[in-house]
């Protein structure tokens, strides 16, 4: 699986460039383990998720890219629209740049 973040600091920060991808297969088992389930509960939370309001045209928005051959697509929020499982996922995503090896 690898996972890149477009949008939200990542952006501000990098130009508009995605931060770099996280292979899991690079990843420590635990690390691995984690991060599959944090995808697998924010992939079942994000049909649930509300479309961001127009009112707060200044709140960030995050897309993860989720690249696993079985289910490839994106992750989508905002600062006013998202849920506990992708903030899970991005928080780790945070903390581990690059997959943090």
Do not use: K, N
Not at 56 to 65: L, N, Q, R, V
């Amino acid at each position: 699986m690898a996972l890149s973040v477009h949008g939200g600091l990542a952006a501000a920060l990098g130009g508009g460039r995605s931060r770099p991808a996280v292979d899991s297969g690079r990843l420590p088992d635990g690390l691995a383990g984690d991060l599959a389930a944090l995808v697998a509960a924010a992939r079942q939370e994000q049909p649930s998720l509300p479309s961001a309001p127009r009112a707060a045209p200044d709140a960030m928005s995050y897309t993860i890219t989720v690249s696993d051959g079985a289910e490839p697509g994106e992750l989508c929020a905002s600062d006013v629209a998202t849920g506990p499982a992708f903030e899970a996922l991005l928080r780790w995503l945070t903390e581990h740049p690059g997959g943090g090896s």
